[in-house]
């Protein structure tokens, strides 16, 4: 799959893996992408995120994936749900970190090279969004995979990146329009 990544879709996938390794996470996940994504100019998934306002907004986007990462790596919604359960997480992080420290509940992080072959590994989300990325290529009839791909399968996987990022006015319907002046219909290639 990688031979059909474009130069900027590369970069993004290096700078995650970057990205990582600076956080001391044990693998890479989608918000090392989601990041990645940021740094980009010049590129079509640069291009969208600017004109959305999420590059003027980076450091509201860092924000809102460091509260993630103290909650555990819960999503609002999950952490919504936990609540309708009688389960109060921010009363259990500021438990734990009380006893244990800020950041204790941080997922992922353990730090070293990540893996016995040097190379760090991709999360299981961060792969499920590379193979998004090609499936939304294909859809549109791509014959390689940009980085505006890998931003359209951030915005359409369930998770804490979809939700910064939504939370940021970048949504698959949004990032669609500015690239492609649609934003209907192709929603359903993204299944």
Same mark, same amino acid.
């Given at each position: 799959?990688?031979?059909?990544?474009?130069?900027?879709?590369?970069?993004?996938?290096?700078?995650?893996?970057?990205?990582?390794e600076r956080a001391g996470a044990e693998a890479v996940d989608? +918000?090392?992408?989601?990041? %990645?994504?940021?740094?980009?100019? &010049?590129? !079509? $998934?640069?291009?969208?995120?600017? #004109?959305?306002?999420?590059?003027?907004?980076?450091?509201?986007?860092?924000?809102?994936?460091?509260?993630?990462?103290?909650?555990?790596?819960?999503?609002?919604?999950?952490?919504?749900?936990?609540?309708?359960?009688?389960?109060?997480?921010?009363?259990?992080?500021?438990?734990? +970190?009380?006893?244990?420290? %800020?950041?204790?509940?941080?997922? &992922?992080? !353990? $730090?070293?090279?990540?893996?016995? #072959?040097?190379r760090r590994p991709f999360t299981r989300g961060a792969k499920e969004t590379l193979t998004q990325s090609l499936r939304l290529a294909l859809a549109r009839q791509d014959r390689h995979i940009g980085d505006e791909h890998l931003l359209m399968a951030l915005t359409v996987r369930p998770g804490v990146s979809a939700e910064v990022l939504a939370d940021h006015g970048v949504t698959f319907e949004s990032v669609t329009r500015v690239l492609y002046g649609d934003g209907d219909g192709e929603a359903k290639a993204a299944g």
């Open positions: 799959m990688f031979e059909r990544f474009t130069k900027d879709a590369r970069a993004v996938v290096e700078g995650a893996v970057g990205y990582s989608e +918000e090392h992408m989601l990041l %990645a994504l940021l740094d980009r100019e &010049g590129s !079509r $998934g640069s291009f969208a995120l600017a #004109s959305l306002g999420a590059v003027g907004r980076r450091d509201s986007v860092e924000r809102a994936l460091a509260e993630t990462r103290r909650r555990a790596g819960l999503s609002r919604a999950e952490t919504e749900a936990l609540s309708g359960l009688g389960i109060d997480v921010s009363e259990i992080v500021s438990r734990v +970190e009380e006893t244990h420290g %800020a950041g204790a509940l941080e997922a &992922g992080r !353990r $730090g070293g090279s990540g893996g016995r #072959s040097g």
